[in-house]
């Protein structure tokens, strides 16, 4: 057999498949999600925004945002105007150009996205992190973002009740950023569910 098909067979009969059939079949809080995989052109991302994370985690943020909450986030998208629609002001670091010139017009201040090449601008974007009560993870290099919000927290810079969001931690390169900073965490949440890139994705949220 073409090794290809191989592959795609083996996927198929993978049990997380079979729960993705399920779930689609069976679980009315995911219409959203399947929403956005079904119409999730530029535009529609942006003018009816549902952020990417697992659903579980959406659930869990949505009664904790309050108008006036100060955002942190890398990586600018469809969360970014989301939580702009909640009321939080939003301040958004995005390394790629076309895709930061259709979110600067889509972003008001005072909420705002800058455009940050990847290296220590972008990951280290601010002198502290004390005015943010979210940080939203979810960019590249998330290591080292991760390490700068950490070293953050260590150092007593951050505010009582600060929740930080990191994004896709199924993948095992994000494992010891996790851990470490976990250890800070007073309040510790792993959601998982399914989107339309894997078949199994975490969303963790951590409140300090």
Request: proline fraction near 6%; include cysteine; charged fraction near 25%.
């Amino acid at each position: 057999m073409n090794p290809q098909r191989l592959r795609r067979l083996s996927r198929f009969l993978h049990p997380s498949a079979w729960r993705f059939l399920f779930l689609t079949a069976t679980d009315p809080s995911l219409d959203r999600l399947y929403w956005v995989m079904k119409h999730g052109q530029p535009h529609d991302l942006l003018s009816d925004p549902f952020p990417r994370f697992t659903t579980g985690a959406v659930d869990f943020l949505t009664p904790r945002l309050q108008p006036g909450t100060r955002a942190l986030e890398w990586g600018a998208g469809s969360s970014t105007c989301w939580l702009i629609q909640k009321g939080c002001t939003v301040l958004s670091l995005e390394h790629d150009p076309s895709w930061y010139v259709l979110l600067e017009r889509a972003v008001q201040p005072p909420s705002q996205v800058l455009l940050r090449p990847l290296g220590s601008k972008y990951e280290r974007p601010v002198d502290s992190i004390l005015e943010f009560q979210l940080i939203v993870i979810d960019g590249r290099h998330r290591a080292a973002c991760a390490e700068f919000v950490r070293e953050e927290v260590a150092g007593g810079r951050f505010a009582n009740g600060l929740m930080v969001v990191f994004d896709d931690t199924h993948r095992t390169r994000y494992r010891d950023a996790i851990q470490q900073l976990r250890t800070y965490s007073r309040e510790y949440e792993v959601f998982s569910g399914t989107t339309s890139e894997v078949l199994e994705k975490l969303t963790t949220v951590m409140v300090f």
